[in-house]
């Protein structure tokens, strides 16, 4: 079973809508793992000879860095969306920041 195969299973449970939404997510991040696995081959670090001191990020650690913020933010989506089960679930924090929105509770 592949990775994107392995997130789907955890999406069973959601909504049919919930699961067309996050069918490209699914692929993007399954995507994303082998690019970041890919990049890790690299070095991220350049060192001058005469000075191993001075060091430099390579291209390969700032387009690392690039795609794990982006992994990190699809792989929050689809937790947030599979702890919803679908949207149809509230959270009690959120339950009290609406009820404080709205002045139903007051901040002491």
């Not at 000879?49 to 913020?69: C, D, G, H, I, V």
């Amino acid at each position: 079973m592949n990775r994107a195969d392995e997130l789907r299973k955890l999406c069973e449970d959601l909504d049919e809508a919930s699961k067309v939404a996050t069918e490209q997510l699914i692929d993007e991040i399954a995507f994303l793992e082998d690019q970041l696995k890919e990049l890790r081959r690299y070095p991220f670090l350049a060192v001058n000879p005469k000075n191993p001191q001075q060091q430099r990020s390579t291209p390969a650690a700032k387009q690392y860095k690039e795609m794990l913020q982006q992994y990190s933010g699809c792989v929050k989506i689809l937790i947030s969306v599979i702890d919803n089960k679908g949207g149809k679930e509230t959270s009690p924090l959120r339950e009290y920041l609406n009820a404080m929105k709205t002045g139903g509770l007051e901040l002491r």
